[in-house]
Every structure is written in structure tokens, then in C-alpha cells.
């Protein structure tokens, strides 16, 4: 795809903005500050200006900051890995039902804190910092105006995201995989899919490919170069060569090299294949449901 002036900036301003968070965690030694959803965030605000994201920009500091804190404290209480996740998601869907926002990277902001055991409030003090800087450049870009509003978030999605994630949960849980309850860029992309009136199996192989070829990236280099700041500097790039090889643009997929870099080491490893499996159950399962189930295409 040929990429304008103004994307150009955009893409350097954006990718220098991810770089900047992660050098800050390098140069205070906290991994707590890489906040892998704001590599989501930046790429869907700044960098595609998604319509429906920008919408309502003050949401794009509230809701992502209002599920990390769910999620920060969800991760306090004691009890089951797999429990926390399903926790914290109901909380989330609630919050964002309250807000009237379909921010769908919110639930990966929401999820973080408990994947990576967040314990600092520094976590939280990174997450208001970042999505506050990502919500003043939407107002300074000023394309929010053009945009239409989002419709509020249907109850039927709410329920299959739940019943889904009950699912999946508890399916990982059984064979023994809790660790693969969480995957936060697959969620992002199955919520905003799940409120398309559509939803294509070439679509879905698409965003398939980018994900799992996102996350293979991050992993990958992640391995051969230990520097977080190093990492991202080469694996970020890669992932837009990736999306532009497809023709599609996923914001999610930018946060995969970043959550390869926070991972605790039993999951890293296994990150690609989780990718695999977890894309393949939601985003197959929402194709089914798509192409078969009239009041899933329902949108008004």
C-alpha cells in the first residue's frame, strides 16, 4: 500500500512515541512501564485513526485506564489465574457498557496486570501517563470531528464474549494451559470483529496470518536479542512490512513484539502456538456464527 506524507509522519511519530515507553522502562529497569496495548492504542489512534476509536477521545484515556486498574486490582485477590481473567473480563465488559465505549484495546490494558502479575503502582502511573499523551494528540490532530459516533455496545455481543471467554478459559484450564487464558491481542481483535455487521473467512485468515505472524516476530527476535529496547526497534518495523504484505490495518498486531517482551518465560515460549489456537477457536468460531446466526449480524 503507498503510504501518504502524512502517514509517514504519523507511522514515525507513532512508532517513536511505543519506542519511547520502552526506552523508559530500560532506563529505569521497570517492565511494568512496556505497555504492549499502547503499541495497540498508538497504531489505532495516531497512526489509522480509526473512526470508531477517536470517536470520542477523553474515552480513549478513561476506558483503558478505568480496565487496568480492574485489572491491577482483580490480580491482588487471591485466587486462580483462571478465575482472575474471567473476573476481570466481566468487570471490564461492565465498565465499558457503563462508558458507552467499544474500545476494544481496553480489555487488553484490563488483562495485563494480571498476565504479567503487576504489582507497582508504577504500572498504573505508566497506563494514565500514556493514554493521557495518546488522548491529547487525538485532540490535536482534531479528524475525530469527521468521525461518527459509535454505537453502544450491543447486550447479545456482551453475552457471547462472555460465554466465549468462559469457554476458552475454561477449556485451557482442563487440558491444563491456564497460562493460555489470556491473550490480549486476540481478545482486542474478536471484540471489535464480533460488532461488524460481517466477517469473511478471507478476512479472518487475514488477521489470522498478521497475528500469529505478529507474535512469531516478537518472539523470534525477542529471543536472539535480550535488550527490550533492541527487540522492539526491529521487531515493530517487521510487523508493519507484515500488515502491509496482507493489505489490511490491525493495531492489535503491534502489540504482540510488546507483550513478547513482558511475558513471564512459560509463556513466551509457547506464545506463537497459543496465538494459533486462540485465534483459530474466536476468530473461527465468529465466522460460524456470522455466516449462520442472523441476530449475531444485527448491529442496529
Not at 14 to 34: C, K
Not at 67 to 80: E, K, M, P, R
Not at 214 to 235: D, K, M, N, P
Request: proline share 5%; with cysteine.
Amino acid at each position: 500500500m503507498h503510504l501518504s506524507t502524512t502517514e509517514k509522519k504519523n507511522y514515525l511519530i507513532g512508532f517513536s512515541f511505543i519506542i519511547i515507553m520502552v526506552a523508559s522502562a530500560t532506563m529505569l529497569n521497570d517492565m511494568e512501564i512496556i505497555l504492549p496495548e499502547i503499541g495497540a492504542l498508538t497504531a489505532g489512534t495516531w497512526i489509522y485513526q480509526n473512526g470508531t476509536w477517536i470517536n470520542q477521545p477523553l474515552k480513549i484515556f478513561l476506558a483503558p485506564s478505568g480496565t487496568a486498574i480492574i485489572g491491577f486490582l482483580v490480580n491482588q485477590l487471591t485466587i486462580s489465574y483462571a478465575q482472575k481473567v474471567l473476573l476481570g473480563l466481566l468487570l471490564m465488559l461492565i465498565l465499558l457498557r457503563v462508558l458507552h465505549s467499544n474500545l476494544a484495546p481496553s480489555f487488553a490494558t484490563g488483562l495485563l496486570p494480571i498476565i504479567i502479575n503487576a504489582t507497582h503502582w508504577s504500572f498504573i502511573v505508566a497506563i494514565l501517563l500514556f493514554t493521557l499523551v495518546l488522548t491529547c494528540g487525538v485532540f490535536l490532530q482534531g479528524n475525530y470531528k469527521n468521525t461518527t459516533p459509535s454505537s453502544i455496545m450491543k447486550k447479545h455481543h456482551m453475552i457471547i464474549f462472555a460465554i466465549m471467554a468462559l469457554v476458552w478459559v475454561g477449556a485451557v484450564w482442563f487440558f491444563g494451559f491456564s497460562q493460555m487464558a489470556a491473550i490480549p491481542p486476540v481478545m482486542v481483535v474478536f471484540f471489535e470483529v464480533l460488532q461488524k455487521p460481517e466477517y469473511s473467512l478471507k478476512m479472518a485468515s487475514k488477521h489470522f496470518l498478521a497475528l500469529v505472524g505478529a507474535a512469531s516476530i516478537g518472539v523470534l527476535v525477542h529471543t536472539f536479542l535480550s535488550s527490550w529496547l533492541l527487540s522492539a526497534i526491529i521487531a515493530l518495523p517487521l510487523v508493519f512490512v507484515l500488515l502491509q504484505l496482507l493489505r489490511i490495518k490491525l493495531p492489535a498486531a503491534f502489540a504482540f513484539p510488546l507483550l513478547a517482551l513482558v511475558l513471564p518465560e512459560n509463556m513466551f515460549h509457547m506464545l506463537p502456538v497459543t496465538a494459533i489456537l486462540a485465534t483459530t477457536f474466536f476468530l473461527g468460531t465468529i465466522v460460524i456464527l456470522k455466516k449462520y446466526f442472523s441476530p449475531i449480524k444485527v448491529t442496529e
